[in-house]
């Protein structure tokens, strides 16, 4: 884990659109993800289970556009990246406390590719890849329930530390909150994502005085920005809401709009995620 310095929060603050995207594989889905943001018009995008090392990804691709980007990738598995036109400054890989995992679990457990930070704009912009949890008997689901602690007393800490400070938490949280974030709550009965562990260790980030910002702006239910592969989930309209931006409450005042971009999830090669965006005054 890399540290970094003050939050400059008392930097200028610009309008700011960013957005986060579980793009599943940048390197499979480099053109559509190039042409999204051309047509989106963000100034940041965090991306999620971009699936390589840091020396694989197609930088070059972003700078073509205007986009400077930091990635944090170990392996074909997880990685996470944030895009932006508005400036990348101490950038920060993994969070104080963040949990490792391995298989096994007598071996040290590293840490993995789930954190990337910097500021961007003036605001601390997070990428985050929360783990899966698998199944409630697995220790993955511990793992999971211990990151997401570890996240909160790191973040709760930085508004304490400073009222004013612009954070930004986004990314895939693998959490469906509410029983309208799924499709069907018998479906899920005794699964991960809806469990109630899982559901108290996102509300409390509220507690600690974060705000979810997209809800708002896109009310359930049925709205979604996950839909699986198989079983023809997504034309059946069964999907999960679980791409989120929690942000301090300094930030969240700002939140002026929020969208999930549903069409990228249709057509060939499209990510198992859809977009989801927030533009901040």
Same mark, same amino acid.
């Given at each position: 884990?890399?540290?970094?310095?003050?939050?400059?929060?008392?930097?200028?603050?610009?309008?700011?659109?960013?957005?986060?995207?579980?793009?599943?594989?940048?390197?499979?889905?480099?053109?559509? /993800?190039?042409?999204?943001i051309g047509r989106s018009d963000v100034d940041v995008l965090a991306m999620q289970e971009t699936k390589c090392k840091d020396s694989q990804?197609?930088?070059?691709?972003?700078?073509? =556009?205007? !986009?400077? /980007?930091?990635?944090?990738?170990?392996?074909?598995?997880?990685?996470?990246?944030?895009?932006?036109?508005?400036?990348?400054?101490?950038?920060?890989?993994?969070?104080?406390?963040?949990?490792?995992?391995?298989?096994?679990?007598?071996?040290?457990?590293?840490?993995?590719?789930?954190? =990337?930070?910097?500021?961007?704009?003036?605001?601390?912009? @997070?990428?985050?890849?929360?783990?899966?949890?698998?199944?409630?008997? #697995?220790?993955?689901?511990?793992?999971?329930?211990?990151?997401?602690?570890?996240?909160?007393?790191?973040?709760?800490?930085? *508004?304490?530390?400073?009222?004013?400070?612009? =954070?930004?938490? /986004?990314? #895939?949280?693998? *959490?469906?909150?509410?029983?309208?974030d799924v499709w069907d709550m018998e479906f899920f009965e005794g699964k991960t994502h809806v469990s109630q562990p899982e559901r108290d260790?996102?509300?409390?980030?509220?507690?600690?005085? !974060?705000?979810?910002?997209?809800?708002?702006?896109?009310?359930?239910?049925?709205?979604?920005? !996950? @839909?699986?592969?198989?079983?023809?989930?997504?034309?059946?309209?069964?999907?999960?809401?679980?791409?989120?931006?929690?942000?301090?409450?300094?930030?969240?005042?700002?939140?002026?709009?929020?969208?999930?971009?549903?069409?990228?999830?249709?057509?060939?090669?499209?990510?198992?995620?859809?977009? *989801? =965006?927030?533009?901040?005054?």
């Amino acid at each position: 884990m890399s540290s970094h310095s003050s939050q400059a929060q008392d930097a200028p603050r610009s309008p700011l659109t960013l957005a986060t995207w579980n793009v599943n594989s940048i390197r499979a889905r480099a053109d559509r /993800v190039i042409d999204w943001i051309g047509r989106s018009d963000v100034d940041v995008l965090a991306m999620q289970e971009t699936k390589c090392k840091d020396s694989q990804f197609p930088y070059e691709r972003f700078a073509e =556009i205007g !986009y400077e /980007v930091a990635h944090f990738g170990l392996s074909q598995w997880n990685g996470v990246a944030i895009a932006s036109r508005v400036g990348l400054e101490d950038v920060q890989t993994g969070f104080p406390g963040m949990p490792g995992f391995a298989k096994d679990p007598e071996a040290e457990q590293a840490g993995e590719a789930r954190a =990337i930070s910097a500021l961007a704009g003036g605001i601390r912009v @997070w990428s985050l890849y929360v783990p899966n949890g698998r199944e409630l008997t #697995d220790r993955h689901y511990g793992y999971k329930l211990d990151w997401l602690a570890a996240l909160r007393t790191y973040a709760e800490k930085q *508004v304490t530390d400073d009222a004013g400070a612009q =954070i930004a938490l /986004v990314g #895939d949280w693998n *959490v469906a909150p509410l029983d309208e974030d799924v499709w069907d709550m018998e479906f899920f009965e005794g699964k991960t994502h809806v469990s109630q562990p899982e559901r108290d260790a996102f509300t409390a980030f509220a507690d600690a005085g !974060y705000k979810e910002i997209t809800r708002g702006f896109t009310p359930g239910p049925g709205v979604y920005t !996950y @839909w699986d592969y198989t079983q023809l989930r997504f034309p059946k309209k069964q999907g999960m809401r679980i791409d989120f931006q929690v942000c301090s409450p300094a930030l969240a005042d700002r939140a002026t709009e929020a969208s999930i971009d549903r069409e990228e999830r249709k057509g060939k090669g499209a990510s198992d995620h859809a977009p *989801v =965006i927030a533009r901040f005054a």
